[in-house]
């Protein structure tokens, strides 16, 4: 069974950075991609940012210039330096895995808040 594991979320002032953490663990086969989502109150889970194997990576317009993603493959674990932060940045970030299979995890709160 394979286990994702995210750490990080806080509340944060307007400006301020936070960096997630995403440790997968358990019976994982060769890991492709890496990756977070985000889902804001009241709107559509929406893709922020992906770190391929090869260490090509990929973000929404929003976070471009302010997110850096990156990865661990010794640890299997992806990262998330979010710089710069804005009160629309507020979500539930959710690192997924895909391997054979794409892995969820269960989320950590980010708060953008004075």
């Known amino acids: 069974q394979v286990q994702l594991v995210e750490s990080g979320g806080g509340l944060v002032q307007p400006g301020g950075s936070l960096r997630l953490s995403c440790a997968a663990s358990?019976?994982?086969?060769?890991?492709?991609?890496m990756g977070w989502h985000r889902q804001a109150p009241g709107k559509q889970r929406e893709l922020v940012a992906t770190?391929?194997?090869?260490?090509?990576?990929n973000y929404a317009d929003s976070v471009k210039g302010r997110f850096t993603i990156s990865r661990d493959n010794a640890k299997n674990t992806v990262y998330l330096q979010m710089n710069s932060l804005k009160p629309e940045d507020t979500a539930i970030y959710y690192c997924?895995?895909?391997?054979?299979?794409?892995?969820w995890g269960k989320g950590t709160l980010v708060t953008v808040s004075s």
């Open positions: 770190i391929s194997s090869g260490g090509i990576t």
């Open positions: 997924f895995v895909i391997s054979r299979d794409v892995y």
């Open positions: 358990g019976s994982i086969s060769r890991i492709l991609t």
